[in-house]
Nanobody
Framework: QVRLVESGGGLVQPGGSLRLSCAAS????????MGWYRQVPGKQREMVAF???????DYVDSVKGRFTISRDNAKSTLYLQMNSLEPEDTAVYYC????????WGQGTQVTVSS
């Protein structure tokens, strides 16, 4: 019923930029806390950034100053602007939504490499 579809991943050189999008099929999207997580094979999925229904944001320390999370409630879409990308940012990035229950997208691959 709830569907989250990520897009915008790809291959980028170190120092480059990408913008990820998450199109959410959710009733009352504006009431959800939304976030981006990432996962590398063999490691736990980690929170990259989140934004609440009232606009509060937070980021994992490693991306502070480089990534910006935002949302467009009119379009039911979540974004992650990723600048100054580093090889360590390589991961599958997942869109996340919660209103108590939790929902995940299918993920989009981001590869940062020369």
């Amino acid at each position: 019923q709830v569907r989250l579809v990520e897009s915008g991943g790809g291959l980028v050189q170190p120092g480059g930029s990408l913008r990820l999008s998450c199109a959410a099929s959710i009733n009352a999207f504006s009431r959800y806390t939304m976030g981006w997580y990432r996962q590398v094979p063999g490691k736990q999925r980690e929170m990259v950034a989140f934004i609440t229904n009232v606009g509060t944001t937070d980021y994992v320390d490693s991306v502070k100053g480089r990534f910006t999370i935002s949302r467009d409630n009119a379009k039911s879409t979540l974004y992650l602007q990723m600048n100054s990308l580093e090889p360590e940012d390589t991961a599958v990035y997942y869109c996340y939504a919660t209103n108590g229950d939790s929902y995940w997208g299918q993920g989009t691959q981001v590869t940062v490499s020369s």
